[in-house]
């Protein structure tokens, strides 16, 4: 189905089951440990064996020796595979660093041999046995050292968030010069894990030249392709099955060690193999969300209206790797005649920088949305009023393109609303409640729409029964259930009517989970099969398919009504489609937008800031199913508290490496920290985005919260920290006289 | 984690005994330390002597009004017990900051204070570090420093001991009794039980190969007002960038142990005389000699400035 003109009624608007806060479908498996995680596959292959990854313990340079002989004696061990028994293997369209082969290291942790044995531990243990000499070679590993070397580059995020090089509009540097208020101020931010809870983990196994890998990944097209390119196999030989995957956050998007390491194993050992990464390799052997290093410059007339806006971020990367697009968003975000952004790339020796949750607009709202709050202060406005003052309704450099929906000046009204924002005191440092020196900070959330072919098969059995079958992944995020509920309203069955299989690249490719495109986009892809599927029924049984309304397990066209079950027949029906996406995109923008209001205290002897209560006010078209809409932008809502307060990827300068490579060391908030989040959706539906009419919410949740945070320390303590995490350190020196 | 044999032991002087004739033998008990650190190798034993068996997991009232607190005792039913929030309160606050709710049911009172640093270049095994691998030198200074130790350390070492409960009972004056293999037995004071690093940073405690903890022994309560302000990055389930263990008396009077600035749990009871005169004086003499780096200096600030929230909240 091609999509290529606006949204007009049709059955998902009954919203009969969509819309509904339905639990989660997957739920119980989930919460009685009854899901298999990939690790958990233990009756996909029989005799499976375990393997185990080593991996290099130097930075940058070379691998000249490798001692496996007590590896290979020790009890237990199959086989093993090391780096100098296979030349570099191809990388993966979506990769940086290489995975595997040859003796270069060109990262800490970098993957140099897989150990294959009868236990876990066996082969955790030989791996331990394995003597590695290296030739070190020096690294860059400190992007401010390294920023002054930074190139102009284009950016594209993997997710759709891409940035030219430069990009000038009018002409900010006459603009800036003239203007009566301005700001010029920089802002960093660090390298961020994805720390989900699941590591990376794979079971692998050949039947002759076809390999299966039982894996957890977000983008199983994606995969695939990249398997089949790295092995150097043909892509028809290779099945992924990833029908639950214990969070990704951008993290697992892409081929990663586990599944290539686990294949080669298995391919040594002649046995399938099951293998995952540790917690230290999550940190450094895989990717993680840049650092980096933002200038933003705004200038405004006495009035409040911005006349000028300047945003340049700096990243770093291995060689080939890509930039951080921290200025994406800025492009959009509010009106201004004179505009530029760029992004500059550094060359680092670290670990690969990739995708994050939301990469680009989270680390660039943090700094854009202090800089606003930054600006409001300087202009006597309320940080509030200033951004609403800002508004745009078209794309700033565009005039003629407008946003297909864009209620960011609601969301920002009715939270301040909600919120009472009207008790905020806009001098900062002046609420003291106890210990607690008490502030509340607003910013915007911006994160685009983006969207991506995807495909789905229905199929309707003799019993009336419906089954989806689509690559599409559910990370945590409620895939199942949207799903469902699609399904079942177009084919107008209970919820308990319809199955719904993932993961599995056998089924028909989808978008993926990534870029918060996967709810409309893979439901949309469901919406078209559903299409063919009624017309195929209504076909079938000579009804005018136009005329034909599926309702109650029944299809009825005029006065007849025929069972869904009887209409199938004992052959069924299946039926196949893509949701494809024509030039809507070009002539509308569009985005999601919300409004994040925190209130902090922060303790006025130590500096510790605790969360007291958040809200995120979100416009982001349908909600397709507000109770897992919901779980997705309190998870981000935390993950925005994390970076704002805690998370820092700390980088041993001389070493080359991420030092807190566990989770005692790299922090994420724990409930204690979060104790009040509320959310509340907007009435929108988005006609110009799918036949779905809705959005994506899973990073819209994210970006701004951050800056949200900062903002509310500030006008709690009158501190401003430009540098994240925001961790008492950076308070402790200008905090009141304590007693 | 390398194999390794195991056995129970049937009474301390037993395990003591088990474990000083087999110079790879450890004592395991909780295990939440030692069993993480076996699986990186970083503790490699080739022989474990479970202790759980022992039956010392009572706290009994001593003849000298105090409390005689079994090793095997879990830092959930120390943390409960009602003696100890009655008249210590201090170590009942101090246990309940520390690690997590799980966690404190299984790891023991001999456990908690024999764990191990958290520097996380003594976690690595590609780093040196002469914790681990006597000798090999320290990665940890001049890298990254934040949670480091900011006095008593040496070039040695600049790790920070973890524990919670141990700096509270530093400041109440418990003493640690042993048992040996020969059958006799000692009580350490905890001031001497942790040792500063020195060029032997792998040697952690005053306990001899095989010397074996059978109790912690309270003395009487001492009364005052009793805090343990834990400072951290997180609202929960964090180690200490500071902690303060505190007790203050009417008149002002009081002692102070310190967590996350040393080797050990750090107090200085000559510096105690300051209190009456406020927590800078009395902060500028515990960490007097401080040499902290560019990264953990707010560690001094932030230890007066939360002593000082202390003072004050002891006052009101």
């Known amino acids: ?739 | 984690m390398r194999p390794f044999t195991y056995e129970r032991a049937r009474t301390p002087a037993e395990a003591a005994a088990a474990v000083t004739r087999n110079p790879g033998a450890k004592f395991i008990a909780g295990g939440t330390n030692l069993l993480d650190l076996m699986k990186l190798q970083i503790e490699v034993p080739t022989h474990l002597v479970d202790v759980n068996g022992l039956g010392l997991d009572r706290i009994e009232a001593t003849p000298e009004g105090g409390l005689r607190i079994g090793a095997l005792v879990r830092n959930t039913d120390l943390a409960a017990d009602e003696r100890v929030r009655r008249d210590y309160g201090v170590l009942s606050r101090a246990l309940l900051a520390g690690a997590s709710g799980q966690l404190r049911n299984k790891a023991t009172t001999a456990g908690n204070l024999l764990q191990r640093t958290r520097c996380p270049y003594f976690y690595d095994t590609n780093m040196a570090c002469n914790k681990r691998q006597p000798g090999s030198g320290c990665s940890a200074i001049g890298g990254v420093t934040r949670h480091h130790a900011v006095i008593g350390m040496s070039e040695a070492c600049i790790a920070t001991h973890p524990s919670d409960m141990a700096v509270a009972m530093r400041a109440l004056d418990a003493t640690v009794e042993t048992v040996k293999a020969d059958g006799g037995s000692r009580s350490i004071p905890m001031a001497q039980f942790h040792r500063l690093p020195g060029d032997t940073p792998h040697i952690e405690t005053a306990l001899e190969a095989g010397e074996f903890i059978t109790a912690v022994t309270l003395p009487a309560p001492v009364g005052g007002r009793q805090f343990y302000r834990k400072v951290r990055d997180r609202a929960s389930y964090a180690f200490a960038l500071v902690s303060v263990a505190a007790v203050v008396q009417r008149d002002g009077t009081g002692r102070v142990a310190l967590g996350g600035v040393a080797h050990k749990p750090w107090r200085v009871e000559g510096a105690e005389a300051e209190l009456q005169r406020g927590a800078r004086p009395a902060m500028a003499a515990i960490l007097d000699g401080a040499r902290p780096t560019h990264e953990n200096a707010f560690k001094v600030t932030l230890a007066e400035r939360t002593l000082a929230a202390v003072l004050s909240e002891a006052r009101g």
């Open chain 1, 1 to 739: 189905m091609k999509f290529d003109t606006p949204a007009t009624r049709n059955p998902i608007d009954q919203l009969k089951v969509i819309g509904q806060p339905l639990d989660r479908i997957d739920g119980p498996r989930k919460t009685t440990g009854t899901a298999p995680y990939a690790y958990e596959r233990h009756d996909a292959a029989p005799n499976q064996a375990y393997g185990y990854v080593l991996a290099a313990g130097i930075a940058r340079g070379r691998v000249t020796a490798m001692d496996t002989a007590a590896a290979r004696r020790a009890r237990g061990v199959l086989a093993i595979v090391t780096t100098l028994d296979v030349p570099r293997l191809e990388k993966g369209r979506m990769n940086t660093a290489s995975l595997f082969g040859g003796p270069e290291v060109q990262h800490y942790h970098q993957a140099i041999a897989v150990v294959v044995a009868e236990s876990f531990e066996q082969a955790r243990d030989a791996a331990a046995m394995i003597r590695v000499d290296y030739a070190r070679q020096p690294g860059r590993f400190d992007l401010a050292a390294e920023a002054r070397n930074a190139k102009l580059v284009p950016g594209d995020s993997g997710e759709g968030s891409g940035a030219p090089p430069e990009d000038r509009f009018g002409d900010f540097e006459g603009a800036f010069a003239a203007a009566p208020v301005k700001l010029d101020e920089t802002y960093t931010t660090p390298d961020e894990s994805h720390a989900m809870m699941e590591p990376h983990a794979t079971i692998a196994a050949w039947e002759g030249e076809r390999l299966t890998l039982w894996t957890s990944n977000q983008m199983i097209a994606w995969g695939k392709r990249d398997v089949a390119k790295t092995l150097g196999i043909p892509p028809e030989n290779v099945r992924l099955d990833s029908p639950y995957v214990g969070g990704g956050f951008g993290g697992k998007l892409f081929l990663r060690a586990d599944a290539v390491l686990a294949a080669l194993g298995a391919r040594a050992a002649g046995r399938p193999v099951k293998l995952a990464l540790t917690r230290p390799q999550v940190a450094n052997n895989t990717t993680h969300r840049p650092a980096t290093i933002q200038r933003i410059r705004l200038a405004a007339g006495r009035d409040g209206r911005l006349t000028a806006i300047a945003h340049e971020s700096i990243s770093g990367d291995l060689p080939g790797g890509g930039p951080e697009t921290a200025v994406a968003q800025t492009k959009l975000l509010y009106a201004g005649a004179n505009r530029l952004t760029a992004l500059r790339l550094a060359e680092l020796d670290l670990p690969e920088g990739n995708a994050m949750r939301a990469p680009g607009e989270a680390p660039g709202m943090m700094a854009l949305e202090v800089a606003m709050d930054e600006m409001a202060e300087r202009l006597g406005l309320d940080p509030v009023e200033f951004r609403i003052l800002n508004d745009t309704q078209m794309d700033p450099e565009h005039p003629e393109r407008p946003f297909s929906q864009r209620q960011l000046v609601q969301c920002l009204r009715l939270g301040a609303e909600r919120f009472g924002w009207a008790g905020r005191n806009a001098r900062p440092g002046q609420r003291r409640e106890g210990r607690w020196l008490v502030g509340m900070g607003v910013a915007a959330g911006f994160r685009n729409n983006l969207l991506m072919k995807s495909g789905a098969r229905v199929r309707l059995d003799a019993q009336g029964a419906v089954t989806v079958e689509t690559d599409m992944t559910d990370i945590g995020t409620g895939s199942y259930t949207i799903i469902a509920q699609t399904a079942a309203e177009m084919m107008g069955v209970p919820l308990e009517k319809v199955a719904v299989r993932l993961g599995d690249s056998d089924f028909p490719a989808s978008a993926g989970s990534g870029g918060q495109w996967g709810a409309n986009n893979s439901t949309a892809g469901v919406y078209a099969a559903c299409v063919k599927l009624r017309d195929e029924v209504a076909r079938k049984l000579g009804f005018n398919s136009a005329e034909a309304e599926f309702v109650d397990g029944h299809v009825r066209a005029g006065n007849r009504a025929v069972p869904l079950g009887e209409a199938a027949g004992q052959e069924g029906i299946v039926a196949e489609d893509q949701i494809e996406y024509g030039e809507l995109a070009k002539r509308y923008q569009q985005s999601t937008f919300a409004g994040h209001f925190v209130e902090v205290g922060v303790d006025a002897a130590t500096g510790e800031t605790r969360i007291r209560r958040m809200l995120a006010v979100c416009a982001a078209g349908r909600i397709l199913n507000p109770k897992s809409a919901r779980s997705q932008v309190i998870g981000a809502m935390t993950m925005g508290v994390g970076a704002a307060l805690m998370e820092e990827l700390a980088v041993d300068k001389r070493l080359g490496f991420f030092v807190n490579h566990d989770l005692a060391g790299y922090e994420v908030p724990v409930h204690a920290d979060i104790p009040h989040q509320e959310v509340i959706f907007l009435d929108e539906v988005d006609p110009i985005s799918s036949p779905m009419k809705a959005k994506g919410v899973g990073e819209l949740g994210l970006c701004g919260v951050g800056g949200a945070v900062a903002n509310a320390i500030y006008n709690a303590t009158g501190i401003r920290v430009r540098d994240y995490p925001i961790t008492l350190d950076k308070l402790i020196e200008r905090l009141p006289e304590v007693g």
